[in-house]
């Protein structure tokens, strides 16, 4: 800058030679520190009043370079101790209006830019043999501005002000408090976000090795910001930092960030691959962090409209991160008293305690205990796991829980990481569970007996949980054998369950007692191929109930006679039928037979054949003596209403009639 003085100090000198109409003043290269002018040409034109135009070829500012720049002077105030312009324009690839005075007795230069309409950038210096002070003050400055000198890699600044001082001293330390308000920037992937974030941030630095020492301190007092997949809203949360930087490296020595409401967090020996634009190394730790608040404040969310959302949260999590050449290498977590529960109760956890040690590069061992749980509604004891984890692979390999009133025991369980993302797979048997309980539960009508089978395998990839192989259990005193088991996206909004159902020799005695449908005697056998349920609803399947083959008693009662015609769309009744319906309460029978087709929300009705004339189809076939036929009379029904007529004849209190 000692140059630049000089300059000046020709400028004013040949203010008061009158024959000099203009004259022009060429630099190769004028230097500060931080700054670099190529290419200076001053002309000053000595008229009245005076004017002067400065054009640089290129500009350098702390690594970020500008080419072409001029600046013009209409009105150019030359006195002994004075240089000054109020109405000056720089053009720096658009038109900017900048006022300037420097003050040859005091060695000070002011300098004011209003690059915008409430935006101004002021900077004064003070000059002692070079540069001794400056400090720049800014109001209502486009942070876009400054993207130059921010580390390559990270989004795109699109809106935002700052406002505040930055000051430099000599030996170019550097101090500033700013106010940033309104930014907002993002990736093309969207992958890396913030909108509407205010802060206060303050920091300092000083030349060291080649670079900066430098610290700092941000309050977050507003907007929102999302860094895959890490989410977090504004909550005053405080971050105090202090590192090194320079062109090649970029690091954070330590630094503390505390969240209102969720605890401490410290950080320490981070990396930054400035070339790589990500974050090469670091370590993490954190102490009893409370987890309903983590869920509140950063998880909810981005969870709205999936299974995790309004979850009720509790417990607390401590533990350590540990990252090199840019993957993380260890982590080591402490759960204490976890738990999470869905509000519709379709799954809960109950205090977790556990740790979990993990390393990249050896196995180690997870204890984890939970008092109990839930899954969709039924209920789960106290259960201990001991797993065995390595790398991308965790194993168990047995593990008994208590489960309504039985067990469920989980075997050669394996989850592993591909490039789709997790996939599992476990075998288990179940012992003697409670059917009472299951029914309960399930909101079903309550049945009795136990319930035990084996699970060949049952595993999940690509958001889809299947069970392979076959199923089956005793129930109504007969065999029911579930096959083909597909559910997709079982933690979703709407999960879709697939699968086949047969049901054989079930006791018709025991299952319309069950389900008040009236009293039958008899075994029958039930299908259903092809079904297909969409957030546990069905919308697809092939279904058909028929007499089981074999010798046993079959009566039908009035009621049951009276349930079946009105699912099966009711009739015109001969005189003689209805007259035979009012003298006995029981029937014989031969067989009985019901099928439905759904599709599209209509189920397409059948029975064992046609009746007599073809009007209808017989659902059930008289038989003995005495004997009715109940014959069905809709082929087509819509699901809803089928749906209704079965809720209506359950109901005891109701007694539909033959039409």
Not at 24 to 44: E, F, K, N, Q, R
Not at 75 to 82: E, I
Request: proline letters at 4%.
């Amino acid at each position: 800058m000692r140059i630049a003085r000089r300059v000046v100090a020709v400028l004013l000198g040949l203010s008061t030679a009158a024959a000099a109409q203009q004259l022009t003043v060429s630099l190769d290269a004028l230097s500060a520190p931080g700054v670099t002018l190529h290419g200076v040409t001053a002309t000053l034109i000595a008229s009245e009043p005076a004017g002067l135009r400065i054009a640089i070829e290129s500009a350098t500012v702390y690594g970020q370079e500008w080419r072409n720049l001029t600046a013009r002077c209409p009105r150019l105030v030359l006195t002994s101790a004075t240089l000054a312009c109020s109405d000056a324009v720089l053009d720096a690839g658009a038109a900017i209006p900048i006022a300037f005075t420097y003050d040859r007795r005091t060695k000070s230069l002011d300098v004011s830019l209003r690059p915008g309409k409430s935006e101004r950038w002021r900077v004064q210096a003070q000059f002692d043999g070079g540069l001794r002070t400056a400090r720049i003050r800014v109001e209502n400055g486009t942070l876009e501005r400054l993207k130059r000198w921010l580390p390559p890699g990270l989004p795109r600044i699109t809106a935002g002000t700052v406002s505040g001082d930055i000051a430099l001293h000599a030996g170019d330390a550097i101090e500033g408090r700013l106010a940033i308000d309104g930014l907002a920037f993002s990736d093309e992937a969207g992958m890396h976000a913030g909108e509407k974030i205010a802060a206060i941030v303050r920091f300092a630095a000083k030349p060291a090795h080649g670079g900066w020492d430098w610290n700092g301190r941000a309050i977050w007092r507003s907007g929102e910001f999302f860094w895959q997949p890490v989410y977090l809203k504004a909550n005053d949360q405080i971050v105090e930092l202090n590192g090194e930087g320079s062109e090649a490296r970029f690091s954070v020595a330590h630094a503390r960030m505390t969240f209102p409401g969720i605890g401490l967090v410290e950080l320490s020996d981070i990396e930054w691959d400035r070339a790589a634009g990500r974050l090469a190394s670091g370590r993490a730790e954190a102490r009893n962090l409370q987890l309903s608040s983590i869920y509140e404040q950063w998880l909810k969310s981005p969870l709205a409209g999936t299974a995790f959302a309004d979850l009720r949260v509790g417990g607390a999590v401590s533990g350590a991160l540990e990252m090199r050449a840019g993957t993380l290498q260890a982590a080591n977590l402490v759960l204490d008293k976890v738990s999470l529960e869905h509000p519709q109760r379709r799954f809960a956890l109950f205090s977790v305690d556990g740790r979990v040690p993990w390393r990249k590069d050896q196995p180690t061992t997870a204890e984890v205990s939970m008092a109990g749980g839930e899954i969709v509604g039924l209920p789960f004891g106290e259960t201990d796991l001991s797993l065995r984890l390595d790398g991308e692979r965790v194993a168990l390999d047995a593990a008994t829980v208590p489960f309504i009133g039985g067990t469920v025991r989980i075997s050669d369980f394996v989850a592993e990481r591909n490039d789709a993302g997790w996939r599992w797979r476990f075998g288990s048997e179940l012992g003697q569970l409670s059917v009472p309980l299951l029914t309960q539960g399930l909101g079903l009508p309550s049945m009795r007996g136990t319930l035990s089978g084996v699970i060949p395998r049952v595993s999940y990839e690509n958001s889809t949980l299947s069970v392979g192989g076959a199923l089956s259990f005793l129930l109504f005193d007969g065999i029911v054998t579930l096959r083909r088991l597909v559910l997709d996206d079982p933690f979703g909004p709407a999960p879709r369950l697939a699968g086949d159902i047969e049901m054989r020799n079930l006791d018709l005695d025991l299952l319309t007692r069950t389900f008040s449908f009236g009293g039958m005697t008899g075994r029958v056998d039930i299908t259903i191929n092809d079904l297909r349920l969409v957030n546990w609803q069905p919308v697809q399947f092939d279904a058909r109930i028929a007499s089981s083959p074999g010798e046993y008693r079959r009566t039908i009662s009035q009621r049951a006679v009276q349930n079946i015609s009105d699912l099966g769309g009711g009739g015109p009744a001969s005189g003689i039928q209805l007259a035979i319906l009012g003298l006995f309460d029981h029937f014989g029978y031969e067989k009985l037979g019901l099928s439905c087709v759904l599709r599209n929300g209509v189920c397409a009705m059948g029975g064992i054949g046609a009746a007599e004339q073809g009007r209808g189809y017989v659902i059930v076939k008289g038989g003995g003596i005495p004997a009715l036929s109940v014959i069905g009379y809709n082929h087509e029904v819509s699901w809803s209403v089928l749906v209704g007529r079965l809720k209506r004849v359950m109901q005891e209190n109701i007694h539909p009639v033959i039409k």
